[in-house]
């Protein structure tokens, strides 16, 4: 049983960064993959970026890339989303996801685990 509290999120000004946290209990955080998934207002749960345990390989959605970037710290449990030159159409509840598996899906009923969700407003 993993669970997850997302943290960091707020209201920035678009072309600004931010960095979202989430912090997993469980002694088995290290063997999971994780990821972060976002849902805007009338729109379905969206990839993010997701890593794979050791932290070895990483993975973007399109949109995204070059901007984002996941890590993750096993010592402490945590994996991290660095948001950086935000955009308006970044604004979202950003979801952290944990996955008891080598391989890493980009699909949402992929994962086993989720945090509640931390809200991400990007102002023009």
């Known amino acids: 049983q993993v669970h997850l509290v997302e943290s960091g999120g707020g209201v920035v000004q678009a072309g600004g960064s931010l960095r979202l946290s989430c912090a997993a209990s469980g002694r088995t955080f290290s063997s999971y993959a994780m990821g972060w998934f976002r849902q805007a207002p009338g729109k379905e749960r969206e990839f993010v970026a997701a890593i794979t345990w050791s932290g070895g390989s990483t993975y973007y959605a399109d949109s995204i890339k070059g901007r984002f970037t996941i890590s993750r710290d096993n010592a402490k449990n945590t994996v991290y989303l660095q948001m950086n030159s935000l955009k308006p159409e970044d604004t979202a509840v950003y979801y952290c996801?944990?996955?008891?598996?080598?391989?890493?899906?980009?699909?949402?009923?992929?994962?086993?685990?989720w945090g509640q969700g931390t809200q991400v407003t990007v102002s023009s």
């Open positions: 996801a944990a996955r008891g598996s080598i391989v890493v899906v980009t699909t949402v009923h992929g994962w086993s685990y």
